[in-house]
């Protein structure tokens, strides 16, 4: 089993990228992100079920952040739009079979991790 995550990179504040995060092994009904921060303890970002109809958000990504998958291609996705320079961090897919456990981050399967960098 592996995840495997993408699309990181360096952008300015207000700008938009996109991270996707591929599964491979097996599928899970829950995936979801999380980030770490320089310095700070890793933090829950958006999680979503399997058919997309249940869909959570940390507070500070709220309405500029939007997760998806396309369960044909085993891929999670992560919009994130109006990027501020607070959204820097490591970036890492997580999954699991219950909402409960990937939301607070005790799911056994995490990727690798892909950099966010937003200047001012």
């Known amino acids: 089993v592996q995840l495997q995550a993408y699309g990181g990179g360096l952008v300015q504040a207000g700008d938009s990228l996109r991270l996707s995060c591929v599964a491979s092994?097996?599928?899970?009904?829950?995936m979801g992100w999380f980030r770490q921060a320089p310095g700070r303890e890793r933090e829950f970002v958006a999680a979503?079920?399997?058919?997309?109809?249940?869909?959570r958000y940390a507070d500070s990504v709220k309405g500029r952040f939007t997760i998806s998958r396309d369960n044909a291609k085993n891929t999670l996705l992560l919009q994130m739009n109006r990027l501020e320079p607070e959204d820097t961090a490591v970036y890492y897919c997580?999954?699991?079979?219950?909402?409960?456990?990937?939301?607070?981050?005790?799911?056994?399967?995490w990727g690798q991790g892909t950099l966010v960098t937003v200047s001012s």
């Open positions: 979503i079920n399997w058919s997309g109809s249940d869909t």
């Open positions: 092994g097996r599928t899970f009904y829950v």
């Open positions: 997580t999954a699991g079979p219950a909402f409960g456990a990937v939301v607070a981050g005790k799911s056994d399967y």
